[in-house]
Each structure stands twice: as structure tokens, then as C-alpha cells.
């Protein structure tokens, strides 16, 4: 199970929304074995705001850190808190 780590930024007045909109979570090889044996879908990819075309957030978010292959090549995974799956 994915064990969660804490926000990417905090909540404090002048902090940008896209901050308080992720939450990062540790990367093992058990959740990579778990997230393809169950077929999670978590990033971008799978997201209705994402727009496959020109591979952009339509709320204008930075994708680098959500897109499911971040799992494969990082210890840690920053889910977005606006991921609305498709
Ligand atoms: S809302 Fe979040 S998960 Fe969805 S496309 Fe935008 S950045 Fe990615």
C-alpha cells in the first residue's frame, strides 16, 4: 500500500492553488507491482482535465510531476487532488 508522505506545499496564504493540490507519496517496487497488477490508473493519462493532444493540464497545472510514468523512474509520486478520472 502506498504510504503517504505529506503535501507538496503548504497551505499558507499566498501559496500558489497547484501547491495544495498534490499530495506525494512514496515510490517502492511493491506499488509500481501493485499499480500494474491492478492496472491503477493515477496520473495525467487518466485524468479528464488532461488534453491529450497538446499533453497539457486544462487547468493549466504542470503534468511532469503526475504522469504515471513518473512511477517507474522516481521514489516519489505527487498525486494531484484535482485528478478526476476519466
Ligand atoms: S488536474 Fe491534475 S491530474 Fe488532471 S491533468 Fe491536471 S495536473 Fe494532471
Do not use: N, W
Not at 8 to 14: E, I, P, Y
Request: overall charge negative; proline content about 5%; glycine content about 4%.
Amino acid at each position: 500500500m502506498a504510504e503517504f508522505v505529506g503535501p507538496l506545499d503548504s497551505h499558507a496564504s499566498g501559496t500558489p492553488r497547484y501547491a495544495s493540490e498534490a499530495m506525494i507519496t512514496r515510490v517502492d517496487q511493491k506499488l509500481r507491482t501493485e499499480a500494474r497488477r491492478y492496472a491503477l490508473r493515477f496520473g495525467c493519462e487518466a485524468c479528464r482535465a488532461f488534453d491529450h493532444e497538446r499533453e497539457a493540464c486544462a487547468y493549466g497545472y504542470p503534468t511532469e510531476p503526475h504522469r504515471e510514468s513518473v512511477i517507474d523512474r522516481e521514489e516519489q509520486l505527487a498525486f494531484c487532488k484535482a485528478f478526476e478520472l476519466e
